[in-house]
């Protein structure tokens, strides 16, 4: 099993800065990427970066140029910055990996509990 450590989370006024770290522990082989979701009341369950072993990195259309995504390969860790935030930014974060695990095949993917950001003034 994995375990998926968030912190970071809490209440920003519009136009501030929030940074979220995760930490992944437990029977892990290999992590093949790691990243962020979110889901906001009454809302699916969306992409906000995700950073692979290669360190590509992908991003969900409306936090391209203000958040950014990190790792610390060695801590198993993958943080993620957040400026100007705004209240559609307003969501439950959910960090994820996709790891492997010695003799079993496959890659599998486990989720964080969530920290909650809000965005409110």
């Known amino acids: 099993q994995v375990q998926l450590v968030e912190s970071g989370g809490g209440l920003v006024q519009p136009g501030g800065s929030l940074r979220l770290s995760c930490a992944a522990s437990g029977s892990i082989f290999s992590i093949t990427a790691m990243g962020w979701y979110r889901q906001a009341p009454g809302k699916q369950r969306e992409l906000v970066a995700r950073?692979?072993?290669?360190?590509?990195?992908n991003y969900g259309d409306s936090v391209k140029g203000r958040f950014t995504i990190s790792r610390d390969s060695a801590k198993n860790m993958v943080y993620l910055q957040m400026n100007s935030l705004e209240p559609e930014d307003t969501a439950v974060y959910y960090c994820?990996?996709?790891?492997?695990?010695?003799?079993?095949?496959?890659?599998?993917?486990?989720w964080g509990q969530g920290t909650q950001v809000t965005v409110s003034s």
């Open positions: 994820r990996t996709e790891v492997s695990h010695l003799r079993v095949t496959g890659i599998h993917g486990y």
């Open positions: 950073i692979t072993s290669g360190g590509s990195t």
